[in-house]
């Protein structure tokens, strides 16, 4: 083994203390070097569908799905919305678009209503067997959609919703409420239960202290579970398939009819505007409620 | 009449039996402290008069009705947290008027009762705050506002000041005691603090394990404790304990071995009852009560005993100075003029307050009663 002496360090010299300006640039480069490439990689088929929704279905034909445009038509968006032939009638997506928003907003209200008033009972208003009652609620968060078809058919069925949006509402509220009223309990459960106290004592009731106490510091949960039930019973699609058919399907049901459409050519451009059209919501509600929803999860109740 | 009255009350949370037989009475008007170390039941004692507790058995009347199975909010009480409870969307004005709300109390009624608590606590400024935007202090008013606008029958207090620090604590507590001269409320106030309680209160109800040691008058809580607990908690620094061997042949008498091992003799100011224990006894006696001798002080005072002891510790506080000195073979602490203090290592003559010692069972650690 070679005896090779250290060279001596050089006064005031801390190896602990490198990266210069230079060292740390080239690691700030090579870090933004490749978050670029995944956040190009990730994006790079909405881009694909956003472009192809305003090519020339010539044009995608002669240059391929993937390439770079040579032409620029909105017709694509004016079908999908309005004239395309979907399961046998030719009215664009737009009243399955429709079928969506009937669905979904009050499929969405009443799940969140009911979680937050759950919520308020599971985590102020305990009763002897209350803790059985929130474990059997959650235990439908990890509940399998798949597993609810059967009962759902035979429910509906039996009450008369079947291919219908008041059956979707049902549904999804049913199936929404495990995770509105976990999300409801574990933020109200950070409440202090002297607010309660204080309130009883005042006189005020079981409604009261949810509408003048618990309600007015709900807002961030309240977002939190109207975003996440939102993007959820519009992205749903297993339901919408089997219990509803044509004119009465959500968005996303008819795109598999529309992907399905047995003529013989693919009309892409249709298709591409099609699929944005139905996810157009979810992504304005991310876009514009994103923020509340991460801080909403991470806030406690009272500071 | 009695605006509170609770007789063989007990508490059970399953298995864990938290109040075992509490009866306690507080008179119109009277301040009742519950004071006790943290677990003794005290606050549970508090929720279940306000009605935040079922009870398991026993009877509470307030204002000589039964409460038992009445709710809170017709218990005609009001309450103040620990935590001040303040309802953080509303403001100072929106809380306390709150309860009125809530009864449907007409709306002039409520200008003219916020208008009066607002200015008996002077918080008329903060009436459009937040209870965020408030100091601890002004919290702490707001929440006694709350319970002031009421006018009920019975104030409960539960550990309202814990959570200030030491010199607004000391300012509030002194507010508290005004407050309560002005209002004449009944109140009845829990709080671990000793201090607090005997500052405040007409009558104290130390309590221990689920159990009331003693329900008196704060001059007879401390120089007469019902027991041994009672005469440690009450007190800082805590009563001295020593056993000794109590004497009744001439002079009443208790003897214990000194420092040096040579057996101590002190004379008593009066004959205390045989105890049970073959005269066994624990001797009490507290710090500000054993002090230097000096003879131009001590000499002639009845009941004044001598003894001297080795100086061990000494820590000066300001006001006072105390020192630890070996005495029965236990630490002993004793208080000082702060200029008149021992040297560590010093031997001192110490003058000990024969009449206000206590002497103890040692086996119940109950007082011995006095000789008439």
């Known amino acids: ?303 | 009449m009695s605006s509170l009255s609770i007789r063989n009350l007990f508490k059970r949370f399953g298995a864990v039996e938290v109040l075992k037989g509490i009866d306690l009475e507080a008179h119109t008007g009277e301040f009742v402290a519950l004071v006790g170390p943290s677990g003794c039941g005290k606050s549970t004692l508090l929720a279940m008069i306000a009605g935040l507790e079922t009870v398991t058995a026993g009877d509470i009347y307030i204002a000589d009705r039964l409460v038992n199975r009445v709710p809170p909010k017709d218990r005609d009480i009001a309450m103040v947290f620990q935590s001040y409870a303040l309802y953080p969307t509303m403001t100072v004005k929106d809380n306390i008027t709150f309860g009125m709300e809530s009864r449907r109390v007409p709306k002039a009624e409520q200008a003219a009762a916020l208008a009066r608590v607002a200015g008996l606590l002077q918080i008329e400024p903060l009436l459009k705050r937040k209870p965020a935007q408030l100091s601890g202090g002004q919290r702490q008013r707001v929440a006694m506002g709350r319970a002031l606008v009421r006018d009920p029958a019975l104030f409960l207090f539960d550990e309202p000041l814990s959570n200030l620090d030491a010199k607004l604590r000391v300012e509030m507590r002194t507010e508290i005691k005004k407050l309560h001269a002005r209002v004449g409320k009944t109140t009845i106030y829990v709080t671990h603090d000793q201090v607090e309680a005997m500052t405040l209160a007409s009558r104290i109800a130390v309590m221990h394990k689920g159990e009331v040691q003693q329900f008196a008058e704060p001059r007879t809580v401390y120089d007469r404790p019902a027991n041994m607990f009672v005469a440690s908690f009450m007190g800082s620094p805590a009563m001295n304990f020593i056993p000794a061997d109590l004497s009744s042949n001439g002079a009443p008498s208790v003897t214990f071995p000194g420092g040096d091992g040579a057996p101590v003799t002190l004379p008593l100011a009066s004959a205390a009852l045989a105890s049970a224990n073959g005269g066994k006894v624990v001797f009490g006696i507290r710090p500000e009560h054993i002090t230097r001798y000096r003879p131009e002080r001590g000499a002639g005072r009845p009941g004044i005993a001598t003894v001297s002891a080795l100086v061990e510790i000494v820590e000066p506080t300001g006001a006072e100075t105390m020192g630890q000195v070996r005495l029965g073979g236990r630490e002993i602490v004793a208080r000082f003029e702060p200029d008149d203090a021992p040297q560590v290592g010093e031997t001192v003559q110490l003058a000990i307050d024969m009449n206000k010692a206590c002497l103890f069972d040692p086996a119940t650690e109950r007082l011995l009663p006095r000789a008439a």
Request: aromatic share 14%; glycine share 10%.
């Open chain 1, 1 to 303: 083994m070679a005896d090779v002496a250290a060279p001596a360090p050089a006064a005031g010299y801390d190896p602990y203390a490198t990266s210069g300006a230079f060292a740390r640039a080239r690691s700030r480069v090579g870090v933004y070097l490749l978050l670029g490439l995944f956040a190009a990689y990730y994006l790079l088929p909405l881009l694909v569908v956003i472009l192809n929704s305003f090519r020339d279905l010539p044009e995608i034909a002669a240059n391929g799905l993937i390439a770079w445009p040579r032409s620029f038509n909105p017709k694509g968006w004016y079908e999908a919305w309005d004239t395309y032939c979907v399961g046998g009638t030719c009215a664009g997506v737009k009243g399955n678009f429709y079928n969506s928003l009937r669905m979904t907003i009050p499929a969405t209200l009443i799940s969140t209503a009911i979680g937050a008033l759950n919520g308020y009972i599971l985590s102020k208003w305990r009763f002897p067997g209350s803790a059985f009652f929130f474990g059997a609620m959650t235990l439908g968060v990890f509940m399998p959609g798949q597993i609810a078809l059967l009962p759902w058919a035979y429910i509906l069925g039996a009450i008369g919703l079947t291919n219908s949006t008041y059956g979707l509402i049902l549904v999804h509220t049913v199936q929404g409420i495990s995770f509105t009223t976990l999300f409801c309990r574990n933020y109200y459960v950070n409440i202090p239960d002297d607010l309660i106290k204080a309130a009883r004592i005042d006189g005020a009731g079981f409604w009261r202290i949810f509408r003048k106490i618990i309600l007015p510091l709900s807002p961030p949960i309240l977002i939190v579970t109207v975003i996440w039930q939102f993007t959820g019973i519009w992205n749903e699609f297993l339901y919408g398939v089997v219990f509803t058919s044509g004119r009465e399907q959500p968005i996303t049901s008819a795109l598999v009819a529309l992907s399905t459409n047995g003529t013989n050519v693919r009309q892409y451009d249709v298709m591409s505007a099609a699929v944005l059209i139905g996810a157009l919501p979810p992504l304005l509600i991310y876009f514009f409620g994103g923020r509340y929803f991460v801080r909403g999860l991470t806030q406690g109740a009272i500071k």
